[in-house]
């Protein structure tokens, strides 16, 4: 397997790339701006006219050590012994995800698919049920990972284009098959909880209303202050929410918000908010959030093998939440990962809004929100060519 | 270097390697405002949680206030119902510690609180009971056994009996937490009350002898010995004239006469024998293992001599006699029932023939009672098929010989077998209820007979005791009349000294309406019965008939003679007319007239005729009569 990373920028223009000119799959990941003309595309497509070409719109991109506002960060995936499949769908409403990730699962199922990779609308999809729906396809053995793509901190708009230009509401995912392939991943937050536990009294679907009797919009009015009250949805990542199934307590998932109603004093998470659950708020503390990031990058290496053998790429999915919380500081998670992962590997990703993966404990695919994702993409040594 | 610093010194770098200084002012600053930010949100987020976490103390405070007070709320309650139940209480925990016992629980047990206060053993519970004496037995065996059987059952129930003689039901319940509760009630009453309705059940209430279910199952018990090769008979027997004390003296004494006789009976029976009282006035014996017949005939006659003797109640003196029927094992049955049946119809016939005897079960008794019954389907059907017809006898004016009236008599014509007698169906009529329809009959047709005679002979119709008891008299005797056309004047009503012997206030009273109608009320049968004079002076009757046995007995002696003579005295003071019956020579006829009688009815003048021939009667006195004129 070979990896070559290379980027666009403004002034520069696109960097010098390798050899993979033959390359089977290009990842791509860049500002809503940056990619909704359609041009990056186009040149990409010029450049590896065999490849499937996968990208979606961020909120920051990550290549390697750095993490980046303006460019467009790329890497083309050439395969020794790795059969690819690329499955796109539109989502119209976001009641119809389920049917999509169904749709998605179908076209990619097979009995040697090892591995899906998938990039998905940010705002119009609800990311549980889209897993939901391709995981109930291709099967709870197959690992699926990716995130849903960002708007900056901006939350209007998100595009994602398989080999076509990205546009808004699409859902694309690529498959890898045979027994070549090695997928690796991991997931970890690393955020620490606060205050009380409060009870979601009131919900519908990914749509929250009511924390204990109140609604929920109230209390995260009351957190934020008058400042940051201005920034929502997006400051309301800040403080993301665990929820858990009182009936599993040890199975807790990390929500984050997408959209604020204020007329309804509702708000909508990246995923379902099952009435009954638990809720509580957290706080991030920088250290333990990129202590976190390592920590799903080391998880995702544990698939990998020995180090060193296998010449691969990781693909950092973090969330944007962290990001805003973080600042500056958010090359400490990106450095933290990248120890894990060990220099010498290719580092691609991207600040989402939401991660998809594995959970580390059931390790049941799920949608993530404020993690850290890493997905690690090799062959196996004797699949080198 | 801080980390930090040296990224945002990296990063202000030109192209030429030179840090903008500008450009690394810009991302400080940046780093210092965000850190800025941060604090602030920190700090408002902490003192915010500490504001929520203490409301939510408040609130929590104020939830375990409460529920303290409904926990205090339901304690009162809870110790309210335990100490208000009247059942003991004990509660212990798995290792047989007491955590609660109630107030009766302690009364039951004469213990002090300080005995069985929360933490106490059941073994030192026991030990204290031991000392009071309310349990007995050994304390380690019984909380063994007590502690097996919760774990083996969820309940177990046991009733002890305690030395003072109290019966105690003790219900053990197994709890969740491998404790119990005890639930200790005292059923000593109800014990009581249990077995008395037991043996209210079986036993009669006035006598306190076994009732019939007792005695059918004694019977059974003692038929398991026949069929081991003994004998037993069973004797049934009933009081006569019983129910005249009962109507003359009141039921009270008619019951203390019922116990008085049920102490002589004990008198007469051995410890093995069984007395029954199996109705009003019937009692039934069983005589267990006895040696032949004569054992059973010698005992009728202990309880007949036994019975006759005088009773004193209350002042009075009361006289019953008792007739028997005797029924033997294995002889005529080993069947309970059928032994039963056989000595009623033994008594029965003893009835029959005579009272104040005893007869032993036959065979023919049952072709009789067979026969009887048959008579019975028969009679039920006779007045449907008018199978009865009226008979006339005349009654005659002793002064002129010429009738003055004539007695109604019924004839029931079988036909298979003709003519049976007035003396068979009539009791048999009265026993099964049909006499007051047959009443009814024969006086309707009775008056409408007359309405062809003459009119100045009257008509005579027997009345029944129980038709003079029966409400529907006088309608019946009004319709018939008003039917007919006759005129009330014309009927005559003959009841018997047995009328009066019964119910008399009611029966005076209806007579008195009769009477009002204008019907005439005769005294029949006079001197067969009491012949109490004060029967006399109760109702005014119009006549008296001298009952045909004195007639009879002028011819052989004086006694009877005197007592016509006495009667016709006696009612010609009285303004009443005299009929002797039964005259059937031209002796009797004399004596009869020179003893003072105004009529007489007898086979001498005629027999009792069919309509026709008693018209026909009446058309030869008129022509006589005419002749003579």
């Given at each position: 397997?070979?990896?070559?990373?290379?980027?666009?920028?403004?002034?520069?223009?696109?960097?010098?790339?390798?050899?993979?000119?033959?390359?089977?799959?290009?990842?791509?990941?860049?500002?809503?701006?940056?990619?909704?003309?359609?041009?990056?595309?186009?040149?990409?497509?010029?450049?590896?006219?065999?490849?499937?070409?996968?990208?979606?719109?961020?909120?920051?991109?990550?290549?390697?050590?750095?993490?980046?506002?303006?460019?467009?960060?790329?890497?083309?995936?050439?395969?020794?012994?790795?059969?690819?499949?690329?499955?796109?769908?539109?989502?119209?409403?976001?009641?119809?995800?389920?049917?999509?990730?169904?749709?998605?699962?179908?076209?990619?199922?097979?009995?040697?698919?090892?591995?899906?990779?998938?990039?998905?609308?940010?705002?119009?999809?609800?990311?549980?049920?889209?897993?939901?729906?391709?995981?109930?396809?291709?099967?709870?053995?197959?690992?699926?990972?990716?995130?849903?793509?960002?708007?900056?901190?901006?939350?209007?708009?998100?595009?994602?284009?398989?080999?076509?230009?990205?546009?808004?509401?699409?859902?694309?995912?690529?498959?890898?098959?045979?027994?070549?392939?090695?997928?690796?991943?991991?997931?970890?937050?690393?955020?620490?909880?606060?205050?009380?536990?409060?009870?979601?009294?009131?919900?519908?679907?990914?749509?929250?209303?009511?924390?204990?009797?109140?609604?929920?919009?109230?209390?995260?009015?009351?957190?934020?202050?008058?400042?940051?009250?201005?920034?929502?949805?997006?400051?309301?990542?800040?403080?993301?929410?665990?929820?858990?199934?009182?009936?599993?307590?040890?199975?807790?998932?990390?929500?984050?918000?997408?959209?604020?109603?204020?007329?309804?004093?509702?708000?909508?998470?990246?995923?379902?908010?099952?009435?009954?659950?638990?809720?509580?708020?957290?706080?991030?503390?920088?250290?333990?959030?990129?202590?976190?990031?390592?920590?799903?990058?080391?998880?995702?290496?544990?698939?990998?093998?020995?180090?060193?053998?296998?010449?691969?790429?990781?693909?950092?999915?973090?969330?944007?939440?962290?990001?805003?919380?973080?600042?500056?500081?958010?090359?400490?998670?990106?450095?933290?990962?990248?120890?894990?992962?060990?220099?010498?590997?290719?580092?691609?990703?991207?600040?989402?809004?939401?991660?998809?993966?594995?959970?580390?404990?059931?390790?049941?695919?799920?949608?993530?929100?404020?993690?850290?994702?890493?997905?690690?993409?090799?062959?196996?040594?004797?699949?080198?060519? | 270097?801080?980390?930090?610093?040296?990224?945002?010194?990296?990063?202000?770098?030109?192209?030429?390697?030179?840090?903008?200084?500008?450009?690394?002012?810009?991302?400080?600053?940046?780093?210092?405002?965000?850190?800025?930010?941060?604090?602030?949100?920190?700090?408002?987020?902490?003192?915010?949680?500490?504001?929520?976490?203490?409301?939510?103390?408040?609130?929590?405070?104020?939830?375990?206030?409460?529920?303290?007070?409904?926990?205090?709320?339901?304690?009162?309650?809870?110790?309210?119902?335990?100490?208000?139940?009247?059942?003991?209480?004990?509660?212990?925990?798995?290792?047989?510690?007491?955590?609660v016992c109630n107030e009766r629980y302690m009364q039951m047990y004469a213990l002090s609180p300080e005995t069985a206060q929360p933490g106490q053993t059941l073994h030192d519970l026991l030990d204290h009971r031991l000392a009071n004496g309310t349990f007995t037995g050994d304390a380690d065996q019984y909380t063994e056994q007590l502690r097996a059987g919760i774990a083996r059952d969820d309940t177990s129930r046991l009733i002890t009996e305690l030395g003072d003689g109290r019966t105690i039901s003790v219900v053990n319940r197994r709890m969740a937490n491998g404790g119990w509760v005890a639930t200790h009630e005292d059923i000593t009453e109800r014990r009581d009350a249990e077995k008395k309705i037991a043996h209210m059940a079986r036993h009669d209430v006035v006598t306190d002898l076994p009732n019939r279910v007792l005695l059918r199952e004694r019977l059974t018990e003692a038929l398991a010995s026949v069929r081991r090769g003994s004998r037993l008979a069973v004797l049934y027997l009933d009081l006569d004239r019983f129910k005249a004390v009962n109507d003359t003296l009141g039921h009270p004494v008619g019951d203390e006469l019922l116990r008085m006789v049920a102490q002589r009976l004990r008198g007469c029976v051995r410890q093995v024998d069984t007395i029954a009282r199996v109705g009003g006035d019937e009692f039934a014996i069983i005589q267990a293992d006895i040696e032949g017949p004569q054992c059973a005939s010698q005992l009728a006659c202990r309880i007949r001599d036994a019975i006759r003797a005088p009773y004193e109640i209350d002042g009075h003196t009361a006289i019953v006699d008792t007739s028997i029927g005797i029924s033997l094992s294995p002889n005529d049955s080993v069947q309970p029932d059928t032994l039963i049946k056989n000595a009623d119809m033994a008594l029965y016939r003893a009835k029959a023939e005579g009272r104040g005897t005893y007869r032993f079960f036959?065979?023919?008794?049952?072709?009789?009672?067979?026969?009887?019954?048959?008579?019975?389907?028969?009679?039920?059907?006779?007045?449907?098929?008018?199978?009865?017809?009226?008979?006339?006898?005349?009654?005659?004016?002793?002064?002129?010989?010429?009738?003055?009236?004539?007695?109604?008599?019924?004839?029931?014509?079988?036909?298979?077998?003709?003519?049976?007698?007035?003396?068979?169906?009539?009791?048999?009529?009265?026993?099964?209820?049909?006499?007051?329809?047959?009443?009814?009959?024969?006086?309707?047709?009775?008056?409408?007979?007359?309405?062809?005679?003459?009119?100045?002979?009257?008509?005579?119709?027997?009345?029944?005791?129980?038709?003079?008891?029966?409400?529907?008299?006088?309608?019946?005797?009004?319709?018939?009349?008003?039917?007919?056309?006759?005129?009330?004047?014309?009927?005559?009503?003959?009841?018997?000294?047995?009328?009066?012997?019964?119910?008399?206030?009611?029966?005076?009273?209806?007579?008195?309406?009769?009477?009002?109608?204008?019907?005439?009320?005769?005294?029949?049968?006079?001197?067969?019965?009491?012949?109490?004079?004060?029967?006399?002076?109760?109702?005014?009757?119009?006549?008296?008939?001298?009952?045909?046995?004195?007639?009879?007995?002028?011819?052989?002696?004086?006694?009877?003679?005197?007592?016509?003579?006495?009667?016709?005295?006696?009612?010609?003071?009285?303004?009443?007319?005299?009929?002797?019956?039964?005259?059937?020579?031209?002796?009797?006829?004399?004596?009869?007239?020179?003893?003072?009688?105004?009529?007489?009815?007898?086979?001498?003048?005629?027999?009792?005729?069919?309509?026709?021939?008693?018209?026909?009667?009446?058309?030869?006195?008129?022509?006589?009569?005419?002749?003579?004129?």
């Amino acid at each position: 397997m070979h990896v070559d990373q290379f980027e666009w920028s403004k002034p520069k223009g696109w960097s010098a790339r390798g050899t993979a000119d033959n390359a089977d799959l290009v990842l791509y990941f860049g500002s809503r701006e940056g990619l909704a003309c359609g041009a990056r595309y186009r040149e990409l497509r010029e450049m590896f006219p065999s490849a499937h070409i996968l990208g979606c719109s961020t909120g920051g991109q990550i290549r390697n050590h750095d993490i980046t506002d303006d460019e467009v960060v790329a890497a083309a995936l050439k395969f020794a012994a790795t059969p690819l499949r690329l499955a796109c769908e539109q989502v119209k409403v976001p009641e119809s995800s389920r049917a999509c990730g169904e749709a998605i699962g179908r076209a990619l199922h097979a009995p040697d698919l090892a591995g899906v990779f998938v990039l998905s609308d940010g705002l119009n999809v609800n990311g549980s049920e889209l897993v939901a729906g391709i995981a109930g396809v291709v099967g709870s053995n197959v690992p699926l990972t990716g995130g849903l793509a960002g708007d900056g901190a901006k939350f209007e708009e998100t595009v994602v284009g398989a080999n076509c230009a990205p546009r808004s509401r699409t859902v694309a995912a690529v498959g890898f098959y045979g027994n070549a392939v090695r997928i690796g991943h991991g997931s970890a937050g690393g955020w620490d909880e606060f205050g009380p536990r409060r009870h979601i009294t009131k919900s519908r679907g990914n749509v929250l209303l009511e924390l204990d009797g109140k609604p929920a919009l109230d209390l995260y009015e009351r957190y934020l202050g008058e400042e940051d009250i201005k920034g929502l949805p997006g400051t309301a990542l800040l403080f993301p929410l665990r929820i858990r199934d009182p009936e599993r307590p040890d199975h807790d998932i990390v929500r984050t918000v997408l959209s604020v109603d204020r007329e309804a004093r509702s708000m909508t998470f990246a995923g379902d908010m099952p009435q009954g659950w638990v809720g509580q708020l957290m706080r991030g503390n920088f250290d333990r959030l990129s202590a976190g990031a390592g920590n799903a990058a080391q998880q995702a290496c544990a698939k990998l093998g020995p180090h060193g053998e296998n010449a691969g790429i990781a693909v950092l999915v973090s969330c944007i939440g962290r990001r805003l919380l973080m600042g500056q500081h958010v090359a400490d998670e990106i450095e933290a990962a990248g120890a894990e992962i060990g220099t010498d590997v290719p580092r691609l990703g991207f600040y989402s809004y939401g991660e998809i993966s594995p959970h580390s404990a059931s390790g049941v695919c799920e949608l993530h929100n404020q993690t850290m994702t890493v997905t690690t993409i090799a062959e196996a040594v004797g699949g080198i060519v | 270097m801080n980390k930090l610093f040296a990224r945002q010194l990296e990063k202000a770098k030109g192209s030429t390697g030179e840090v903008d200084l500008d450009a690394l002012g810009r991302l400080v600053s940046a780093e210092y405002e965000q850190t800025t930010v941060d604090r602030r949100r920190t700090d408002r987020s902490i003192s915010l949680m500490i504001e929520e976490l203490d409301e939510l103390n408040r609130e929590l405070e104020g939830v375990v206030k409460e529920r303290t007070g409904q926990l205090r709320q339901r304690e009162q309650e809870f110790h309210a119902a335990l100490e208000n139940m009247s059942q003991g209480l004990i509660m212990f925990d798995a290792s047989a510690r007491i955590v609660v016992c109630n107030e009766r629980y302690m009364q039951m047990y004469a213990l002090s609180p300080e005995t069985a206060q929360p933490g106490q053993t059941l073994h030192d519970l026991l030990d204290h009971r031991l000392a009071n004496g309310t349990f007995t037995g050994d304390a380690d065996q019984y909380t063994e056994q007590l502690r097996a059987g919760i774990a083996r059952d969820d309940t177990s129930r046991l009733i002890t009996e305690l030395g003072d003689g109290r019966t105690i039901s003790v219900v053990n319940r197994r709890m969740a937490n491998g404790g119990w509760v005890a639930t200790h009630e005292d059923i000593t009453e109800r014990r009581d009350a249990e077995k008395k309705i037991a043996h209210m059940a079986r036993h009669d209430v006035v006598t306190d002898l076994p009732n019939r279910v007792l005695l059918r199952e004694r019977l059974t018990e003692a038929l398991a010995s026949v069929r081991r090769g003994s004998r037993l008979a069973v004797l049934y027997l009933d009081l006569d004239r019983f129910k005249a004390v009962n109507d003359t003296l009141g039921h009270p004494v008619g019951d203390e006469l019922l116990r008085m006789v049920a102490q002589r009976l004990r008198g007469c029976v051995r410890q093995v024998d069984t007395i029954a009282r199996v109705g009003g006035d019937e009692f039934a014996i069983i005589q267990a293992d006895i040696e032949g017949p004569q054992c059973a005939s010698q005992l009728a006659c202990r309880i007949r001599d036994a019975i006759r003797a005088p009773y004193e109640i209350d002042g009075h003196t009361a006289i019953v006699d008792t007739s028997i029927g005797i029924s033997l094992s294995p002889n005529d049955s080993v069947q309970p029932d059928t032994l039963i049946k056989n000595a009623d119809m033994a008594l029965y016939r003893a009835k029959a023939e005579g009272r104040g005897t005893y007869r032993f079960f036959e065979p023919e008794m049952d072709a009789r009672m067979h026969a009887r019954r048959k008579l019975e389907l028969a009679l039920r059907g006779a007045l449907a098929n008018r199978e009865f017809e009226v008979h006339y006898q005349p009654i005659v004016n002793l002064a002129d010989n010429t009738i003055a009236s004539c007695e109604a008599l019924m004839r029931w014509i079988h036909p298979d077998l003709g003519m049976i007698p007035p003396s068979e169906f009539i009791p048999l009529a009265e026993e099964i209820g049909l006499i007051v329809q047959l009443g009814e009959w024969i006086i309707r047709q009775a008056c409408n007979d007359a309405m062809q005679w003459p009119e100045h002979i009257r008509i005579a119709v027997n009345l029944s005791p129980i038709q003079v008891m029966s409400t529907n008299l006088m309608p019946v005797v009004v319709n018939a009349l008003a039917a007919s056309g006759l005129s009330p004047g014309r009927l005559e009503l003959e009841i018997t000294e047995a009328v009066l012997m019964q119910n008399t206030e009611a029966t005076i009273a209806t007579l008195h309406r009769l009477r009002n109608l204008g019907v005439h009320i005769t005294m029949d049968d006079f001197g067969t019965g009491y012949s109490s004079l004060s029967y006399l002076r109760s109702f005014p009757f119009e006549k008296i008939k001298i009952d045909r046995s004195f007639v009879k007995g002028m011819d052989s002696g004086e006694e009877s003679e005197a007592i016509v003579r006495a009667v016709a005295g006696l009612a010609q003071n009285l303004h009443m007319t005299t009929t002797a019956e039964g005259v059937e020579t031209e002796r009797q006829m004399e004596q009869v007239r020179t003893l003072g009688c105004t009529e007489m009815q007898g086979f001498l003048f005629s027999p009792p005729v069919r309509a026709p021939d008693v018209e026909r009667l009446f058309a030869q006195e008129r022509k006589s009569r005419t002749g003579a004129a």
